[in-house]
């Protein structure tokens, strides 16, 4: 049966350059780089070379990046460690109600430690209103984390108006953005954002699982989560894990990022779009403005997790945007607002350079008869 | 320094001219269980059963853990045996009891002497052993009173046994005494207690599961599987029949009227659940429900349900409250697993507004508008089994 992988915003598949890059350097490069020896001066040159490539991917200086174990520690370093550097300037931080659960859950213990936190919510199209940033923005704000693109919706949020409301109020805060949907997919670079932390992750671009990269603007101090060692800046020591770093670096490296690239996933959106738009019983939850690479869209009366079975059937993977009866619902989609049948029934598929028109022509020939044969609950 | 589990019987002593058929499956049960940890004897003589590890390393906080969890014992001990000479019984005591020791505060010592060649009378071995230990632990005061620690000195005709405290066992009668009976279960917090609750009066059990892809996951079934494997530490070996049953689910959606939804598809799981209950020698099904805690569980929706049904259908749920069921599924250590949230194939389609007080008569006209009889043969035969 053939695999039809529509669920790149929750991870992608390894490329295999970048799994021979990890092979490489767990069997034969395997030197701590911090080893005085030869064998560790040769891992010490890899890991050099991969944080110059992680770096230009973003137009940071090498020494401006920290790798972590992937998003979420990215996150976590990022909301914690600001808030504690930051902590005697202020108590106030701004993020929004849609932001993945690691910076979500974060501000929530920061709350809990004495922080004041305010959730922006979005309008009904998923993204946060450039207005409300600039009046949560106040003197005594010491943290601002929005994220670049929506992992549910793929909506893209006004991250630009962050920097420049926080600089129109003459406050402390730092700017943090989760930008782990956007890396490589939407071009930005740090001087575009203006932000002081970045979070970004290698699994969502064809890297592996188990690394990501924080940012951290030259000259901006946060505190770490972890003690005990020398290594990158001790900001997050210990042992550099090599084989995930390089092979990052590598997925990195050949990722497509030219304007005929992103015109392919444009396409293949567009192309996806228009089919579901034409198929009844179907509600897109992604409007247009939105990222290239998710469409969010509902069946009303199907719940997500039964038209995923349904499709897996025929090898086609796709995410429900919300889990079972039982589980909770979408934090971002009922921040938007949104119907409870709509919520029940979302789906995301987000693309990769890989999936092909076919796979969407099979993707939507496939939903058509799971909408026709599929009995509904009332 | 050897030590030993010495088990004392529960229920099964009051059993009369059965008594030695339910102490063999006790035994049976015993050895089945604890062969998995290693080697080790089981023996039963003078109203007690005896553990004894076959190596030296064995590990006995794991035996004494999987003993718990076996039916049919009302309470057990961790016992170090000694010579039986008095020089050598109170060495032994003082050594073993160390770690207790360092937490009591006062003790007392009791013995029994059910070998009565050996030349001290009980009063002078408690004697005896309470000076040594007294001698040898001066923080620790003897108080026959109200002491911490309670030290047991048994001598029995192979040996002498030095304990100090009594452990509560699983209770119950041994599994396989009281026959067979198949559990149906869905995943949730109700069912893997039943399940329990019968294996405790001695039942045998058998697992069946109904499935419903796409509307349900394959994490799902996976998830009975895993309650299933930790209700088996104490029910023993079991089985699970995973029963397909997406077609009849969606010709009841498709035919009947909504609200009588739950109370046919319950009618059906009990057919085909009878069926393959038959099939593998069971004589009763078993299911977690407790009046009153869903719609179709009011005594009308379950009166309706066991319309259909010819073997004895057993809820040891029926009167117990959510509180009092959670509270054992913490125990048998099957909450934590039965919380994760995937879809069921009883909530798939559950109604808005089910009949809480559905009429016969309206249950089988509703029902007599499907074809259920070839549905429901194909659900059985197409049944898969799963050894746990």
Partial sequence: ?378 | MKEVILIKLGEIVLKGLNRKNFEDRLIKSLRRRLHKLGSYQVRASQSTITVTPMDDDADMDEAADCVSKVFGIAAFSRACVAEKDIESIKQAAGIYLRERFEEAKSFKVESKRSDKKFPLTSPEISREVGTYLADMYPDVAVDVHNPDAVVTVEIRDTAAYIHCGVIRGAGGIPVGTGGKAAILISGGIDSPVAAYMMAKRGVELTAIHFASPPYTSVRAEEKVAELLRRVSAYSGRLNMYTVPFTKLQEEIRDKCHEEYFTIIMRRFMMMIAQQIAAQNECQALITGESLGQVASQTIGAIACTDEVCTMPVFRPLIGMDKEEIIEISRKIDTFEVSIQPYEDCCTVFTPKHPRTRPVLKNVIAEQKKIDYLPLIEEAVKNARLTEL
């Fill in chain 1, 1 to 378: 049966m053939n695999e039809i992988y529509l669920d790149n915003s929750a991870t992608t598949r390894t490329s295999d350059s970048a799994a021979a890059k990890a092979v490489q350097i767990m069997t034969q490069l395997y030197g701590n780089p911090s080893s005085l020896h030869s064998k560790g001066l040769e891992a010490e040159h890899e890991l050099k070379k991969a944080r110059e490539i992680v770096a230009s991917s973003i137009g940071a200086a090498p020494g401006e990046i920290y790798f972590t174990s992937g998003g979420t520690e990215a996150n976590n370093t990022a909301v914690f460690g600001a808030a504690k550097a930051l902590c005697r300037r202020g108590k106030r931080i701004v993020t929004t109600a849609i932001e993945h659960s690691s910076v979500i859950e974060s501000m929530q213990q920061l709350e809990r430690e004495g922080f004041e936190v305010i959730y922006l919510t979005p309008d009904k199209s998923g993204r946060i209103n450039p207005d409300d940033i600039k009046a949560a923005v106040n003197s005594d704000t010491i943290l601002v984390s929005i994220m670049l693109v929506n992992n549910e919706t793929g909506a893209v949020q006004p991250v630009e108006t962050a920097a420049s409301a926080i600089k129109r109020s003459s406050s402390p805060a730092l700017l943090h953005v989760d930008a782990v949907q956007a890396y490589l997919k939407m071009p930005f670079t740090t001087k575009k954002l203006k932000a002081d932390l970045i979070s970004v992750s290698g699994h969502k671009i064809h890297g592996p699982k188990g690394v990501g990269a924080l940012y951290v603007r030259r000259g901006v101090r946060i505190l770490p989560l972890h003690y005990g060692g020398e290594q990158q800046e001790k900001l997050r020591p210990g042992t550099e894990p090599l084989p995930l770093i390089c092979a990052m670096a590598q997925a990195v490296s050949e990722y497509p990022t030219g304007s005929a690239d992103n015109n392919y996933i444009h396409t293949l959106n567009a192309h996806c779009r228009r089919l579901l738009s034409e198929t009844d019983g179907i509600v897109i939850n992604s409007d247009e403005s939105c990222s290239d690479y998710i469409i969010n869209f509902s069946a009303p009366g199907l719940r997500s997790e039964t038209l995923l079975h349904y499709l897996e059937q025929y090898g086609i993977y796709v995410s429900s945007g919300s889990a079972c009866a039982k589980g909770h619902k979408s934090h971002v989609l009922s921040a938007m607002g949104l119907d409870s049948a709509l919520i029940d029934s979302a789906v995301r598929v987000s693309f990769s350079h890989e999936n092909t028109m076919e796979n969407i022509d099979y993707f939507i020939n496939k939903l058509e008869t799971g909408l026709h044969t599929l009995a509904r609950s009332k």
